[in-house]
């Protein structure tokens, strides 16, 4: 299938009771990365994710997901010829891949998401 969501993410107003929630529930490995700024969320089999603390002060809880797509830049600008706006241009995560974040025309907000190639 074409363009899977490939990650889906928290984004927490309390990060540390997210983690033994989520841990407890549904008994995720969950990876601290980026000096502890992030958890992976390793699911097994089907689509991984992650979690972090919310970096909107004020905003709710909420989960976000990303698709994945071949190229990042071509389908942000695609998307913005449709009718989406661009809420975080592209941008890379080191050794990791690179994404984006758009509003759709319906003023839902996607993850746009290019895995580096891998070596």
Not at 10 to 36: H, I, P
Not at 68 to 75: P, Q
């Amino acid at each position: 299938m074409a363009n899977p969501f490939v990650h889906v993410e928290l984004l927490t107003t309390d990060l540390a009771k997210a983690k033994s929630f989520y841990g407890e529930l549904f008994d995720w490995r969950l990876e601290e990365v980026m000096q502890g700024a992030y958890t992976l969320i390793h699911v097994g089999e089907g689509t991984g994710g992650g979690m972090m603390t919310h970096p909107m002060p004020g905003a709710p809880s909420a989960w976000f997901a990303y698709v994945g797509v071949d190229d990042v830049a071509a389908a942000t600008e695609k998307a913005k010829s449709l009718g989406a706006t661009v809420l975080k241009e592209v941008t890379e995560v080191p050794e990791a891949g690179w994404f984006s974040i758009i509003t759709d025309p319906t003023s839902a907000v996607l993850g746009l998401w290019q895995s580096k190639p891998r070596s």
